[in-house]
């Protein structure tokens, strides 16, 4: 069970797992606990990621193109953290992996906050033009960090 209400629970009003509401600046925010995902800092993991999300966002109500985006987002993030070109001076070796955090927030809007996060970078892999257009077309924002990549995605169909 993802802690995220499935589409049919909620309707029901049968909405049993845990809730944290956030009060920032006037607006409140009701969120799910977060999922969190070890894989190896290699392209060929980024389905795992893909396949999490896709879950996620589908309980949390999201349409057929919005899951697809995501989709898209979370493998332009994977890619540019887990380049097999990446220099291997820039990385500790020893535990490479990436850890991708699965944030679900409920209200105001449905939305999926995803932190694609490479332990031991020391160096900021480049997020390329193509990369950037990418993420800027398919996710509501986003945002390169030296060893992270953060995306936030929300639902239209929730607001």
């Not at 049919?8 to 809730?19: L, Q």
């Not at 999490?52 to 979370?74: H, K, M, N, Q, T």
């Not at 449905?110 to 033009?129: K, Q």
């Amino acid at each position: 069970m993802s802690g995220v209400p499935l589409a049919h629970d909620r309707e029901r009003g049968d909405d049993t797992s845990m809730t944290t509401t956030t009060t920032t600046g006037g607006s409140t925010e009701r969120a799910r606990d977060s999922v969190v995902l070890s894989v190896p800092a290699s392209p060929r993991h980024a389905a795992t990621a893909r396949v999490v999300a896709a879950s996620l966002a589908a309980d949390l109500g999201f349409d057929v193109d919005e899951i697809d985006d995501l989709r898209l987002g979370i493998n332009e993030a994977v890619a540019v953290l887990a380049d097999d070109d990446t220099d291997a001076a820039s990385f500790d070796r020893s535990g490479d992996r990436l850890e991708i955090e699965f944030r679900a927030v409920l209200e105001p809007v449905a939305r999926l906050d995803v932190t694609v996060h490479r332990p031991g970078a020391s160096a900021r892999p480049a997020l390329d033009e193509l990369a950037e257009r990418v993420l800027a077309a398919v996710v509501d924002q986003h945002e390169h960090l030296g060893d992270a990549v953060r995306l936030s995605k929300s639902s239209r169909g929730r607001r």
